[in-house]
């Protein structure tokens, strides 16, 4: 079994990648590290096995030999990225798309796009489910993320149905763990290293707002489960566990054990005021749901942070 992955050394890439070493008699990853760690291949990277190729995934990829598997995760994926690379996330979520399936139908391949819950936009349907079409601004700043993966599941299912290529779409909610970087501008990593540090915890809007966190580890296996069911249209994966904003922050502050206050500020442009999951197709056809509760999953984490947080002093001084 050969498998190629893009992505891998961003977040849930590279925990991707330890999985399906672990599956795969090799692995091929493509990534152009914009905003990928290559210290996230540590663990993995001097395996036989495994194969990393730098490589903007927007630009045609020739692999030689027989491919199994590809999987497409390559993308920014939080706003402060995606804010700052807005043209190469289109490109990626288009083009890349465009070269992934190329390569899936060449090889005649098994194919996975990573999505996301931002393809719903500011959801008028709450919770979400994949037959929900969203409510999106395709030209707001958000834009170039959401609708680089609409177009994305778009192309993915036009190469399904008119060139018969064995395709799945996972469309990923919030989701947390070891290896988000500290400034990656996601709420959990800016909440948990302003509470180790001791500065204030930003809260944008008044924090009614609401998300649903899942842990990277379950994710990855309802990602493993996805590829092996014989299923086309979108699989939500994410944990239906909702909570605002403003009570996440007052975990993180309990956890951490911080005396951090609360600051306000405005809520950005298009932020959405829900999002949680609707994980019925999910449970019924691959067996899966979250196992990891919110609490058991923070504490992990924090461990992962704490590390995090004392380099960067240590950088500081």
């Known amino acids: 079994m050969r498998t ?8 849930v890439g590279s925990h991707l990648c330890e999985r399906f070493l672990s599956e795969s008699d090799e692995l091929g990853c493509v990534d152009n590290l914009i905003t990928g760690n290559p210290v ?10 495994f194969r990393f190729i730098r ?11 027989a491919v199994d598997q590809v999987l ?4 920014p994926a939080s706003p402060v990225d995606y804010l700052r690379y807005p ?49 999106v601004n395709p030209i707001g700043l958000r834009g170039v993320y959401d609708e680089a993966k609409r177009f994305a599941e778009s ?61 990277v580890a379950d994710l990855v296996e309802g990602i493993y489960r996805l590829l092996q069911a014989e299923f086309h249209e979108p699989v939500n994966l994410g944990n239906p566990n909702e909570v605002s904003i403003l009570n996440f922050a007052r975990e993180i502050l309990t956890l951490t054990g911080s005396s951090s206050q609360l600051v306000f500020k ?8 829900v999002r949680r999951p609707d994980i019925s197709r999910a449970c019924k ?29 240590r950088r500081a001084r």
């Not at 190629?4 to 977040?11: K, L, P, Q």
């Not at 990626?92 to 996975?112: D, E, N, Y």
């Not at 405005?266 to 005021?273: A, C, I, K, N, Q």
Request: one cysteine or more; hydrophobic letters at 30%; charged letters at 25%.
């Open 266 to 273: 405005p809520l950005p442009e298009d932020d959405p005021r």
């Open 285 to 313: 056809l691959l067996g899966w749901e979250p196992r990891v509760d919110r609490r058991d999953g923070l504490s992990r984490t924090l461990d992962y942070f704490k590390q995090k947080v004392a380099a960067q002093e």
């Open 4 to 11: 190629v992955i893009t992505g891998e050394a961003g977040f």
């Open 155 to 215: 192309m993915t299912m036009a190469y399904h149905r008119y060139h018969g290529v064995d395709t799945r779409i996972c469309r990923i909610f919030n989701t947390y763990g070891e290896r988000m970087r500290l400034d990656d501008g996601r709420v959990l990593p800016n909440l948990m290293g302003q509470a180790l540090r001791g500065e204030p915890l930003t809260i944008y809007g008044d924090g009614s707002q609401t998300r649903s966190f899942c842990y």
């Open 40 to 49: 996230n291949l540590e663990s993995f990277q001097h395996n036989p096995r």
């Open 87 to 135: 043209i190469p996330t289109l490109k990626v979520g288009s083009l890349g798309t465009h070269i992934t399936l190329g390569l899936a139908k060449l090889k005649k391949a098994r194919f996975l796009i990573a999505s996301t819950s931002e393809v719903y936009g500011d959801p008028q349907e709450h919770p979400q489910r994949e037959e929900y079409w969203g409510h």
């Open 55 to 65: 490589h903007d995934i927007s630009q045609p990829l020739e692999i030689d030999g």
């Open 72 to 75: 497409h995760f390559a993308s």
